[in-house]
C-alpha cells in the first residue's frame, strides 16, 4: 500500500532530435502540493502533458492516482483535473455556460448539474458575472472559471500549469486560499510557477527542472540550506560589544553601520548553539539574533540556466 498520488521513474521525452525530458523521477505523496519550478522551456509543461495523459512518454514509467498513464489513461483521466497554461475557457460562452459544458461533459446527472454550477459560481465569486459572455472578463475572473471548470466532477489531483501567471497579488492570493482548501479536502496538487514565492507559500515539496533534468528536489527549506549563502546574524548595541564580538567569530563580517555581524552558519540548532556559547564565554552579549537564508529566488538562479546545453537547438 503507498500514499503516492503520482510516481514517475525514468520519464523521458524527445520531440525529433531534441531531448526535453531527459530522464525524471518524481514522487507525490497524496495531500500534499507539489511544485515543479524551472525556466521557461524548461519542460514543465512537456511533464504536466505527459503526467495527465495528454502526451505520449518515449520512455519511464507514470503512474497517477495508482494507474500507468500509458495503459490505464482512462482510469488516469477519470481521477484527475486539469489546468492547463492558457486557459480553456470558451470565450462565446457566459461562465455558468462554460461550466455547464463541462458539467454535462463529466456525465454528472441533470437533475445536481445545476447546483454543481451554482455552487462552483459561488465559491469562485462569480456568480455576479455568471450570465456574462467570459470575453467580457478580467484575467484573473477568467483564470478563477478554468480551475472552476477544472474542479467539475470533483478530482483529487490536481494538475495547475502557472496557475497564476499574469494575476495582481490579491487575486494571487485568493488562488492560494482556494489551492490551499482544496489541499485541506485531501486533494493533490501539481503545481508549476514561475513565481518562486508562490512555490515557497505552498508547496509541500518542490523539484528544480532544467533543460529536462530535476537539479533539486527537497522542502522549500531543504533547498534553500543547499547553497551558500545562509548566515547568522548578530546585531549589538555597542561598538564596543561589536568589536569583541568580530575578534571571537574571526571568519564573520562586520556591518558597523547596523553594529551587526554576518557569521557563516548552516541555520541548524547545532551551530546556533555552539554560536551562542561562545559568545557566552567571552561574556558578549547580542541584542538580538537571526537566521538569514537565501531566498528561492537566489536558489532558483544559482541552480537553472547556467550550464551548456548539451543538446544545442543549433
Ligand atoms: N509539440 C512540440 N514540438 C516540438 N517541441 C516542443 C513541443 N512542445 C514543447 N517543445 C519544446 O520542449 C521544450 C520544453 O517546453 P515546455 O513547454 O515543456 O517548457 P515549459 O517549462 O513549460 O516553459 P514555459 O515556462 O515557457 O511554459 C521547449 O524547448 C519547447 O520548444
Ligand atoms: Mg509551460
Request: charged fraction near 25%.
Amino acid at each position: 500500500m503507498t500514499s503516492s498520488a503520482i510516481a514517475v521513474s525514468g520519464l523521458r521525452k524527445a520531440y525529433k532530435d531534441k531531448v526535453v525530458l531527459d530522464g525524471i523521477d518524481l514522487e507525490v505523496q497524496a495531500g500534499t502540493i507539489f511544485s515543479l519550478l524551472g525556466p521557461n522551456g524548461a519542460g514543465k509543461t512537456t511533464t504536466v502533458n505527459v503526467l495527465t495523459t495528454l502526451v505520449k512518454a518515449d520512455g519511464g514509467s507514470v503512474r497517477v492516482a495508482g494507474h500507468d498513464v500509458a495503459t490505464e489513461a482512462r482510469a488516469v483521466r477519470a481521477a484527475i483535473g486539469v489546468t492547463g497554461q492558457f486557459a480553456a475557457v470558451d470565450e462565446l460562452l457566459t461562465g455558468r455556460e462554460n461550466l455547464q459544458l463541462m458539467v454535462d461533459l463529466s456525465g454528472i446527472p441533470t437533475r445536481d448539474g445545476g447546483r454543481v454550477v451554482t455552487g462552483l459560481l459561488e465559491r469562485f465569486d462569480l456568480a455576479e458575472s455568471a450570465q456574462k459572455p467570459a470575453s467580457t472578463y478580467s484575467g484573473g475572473m477568467r483564470r478563477k472559471l478554468d480551475l472552476a471548470m477544472t474542479l467539475v466532477g470533483d478530482p483529487r489531483i490536481i494538475f495547475l500549469d502557472e496557475p497564476t501567471t499574469g494575476l495582481d497579488p490579491r487575486s494571487r492570493r485568493t488562488m492560494w486560499s482556494i489551492i490551499r482548501d482544496l489541499v485541506a479536502d485531501g486533494v493533490t496538487i501539481f503545481l508549476t510557477t514561475q513565481y518562486l514565492e508562490e512555490a515557497d507559500q505552498l508547496a509541500d515539496r518542490i523539484a528544480v527542472l532544467d533543460q529536462g533534468r530535476l537539479v533539486a528536489q527537497g522542502t522549500p527549506d531543504e533547498l534553500k540550506r543547499q547553497i551558500p549563502g545562509t548566515h547568522v546574524r548578530l546585531r549589538f548595541t555597542t561598538v564596543a560589544e561589536l568589536d569583541a564580538a568580530a575578534r571571537v567569530l574571526s571568519d564573520s563580517t562586520r556591518d558597523d553601520e547596523a553594529l551587526a555581524l554576518r557569521v557563516p552558519s548552516d541555520g541548524g540548532t547545532a551551530s546556533l548553539r555552539a554560536l551562542l556559547d561562545r559568545l557566552d564565554e567571552y561574556a558578549i552579549s547580542a541584542e538580538g539574533l537571526s537566521v538569514q537564508t537565501p531566498d528561492l529566488d537566489d536558489v532558483f538562479l544559482a541552480l537553472t540556466g547556467n550550464r551548456t546545453p548539451e543538446v544545442s537547438a543549433k
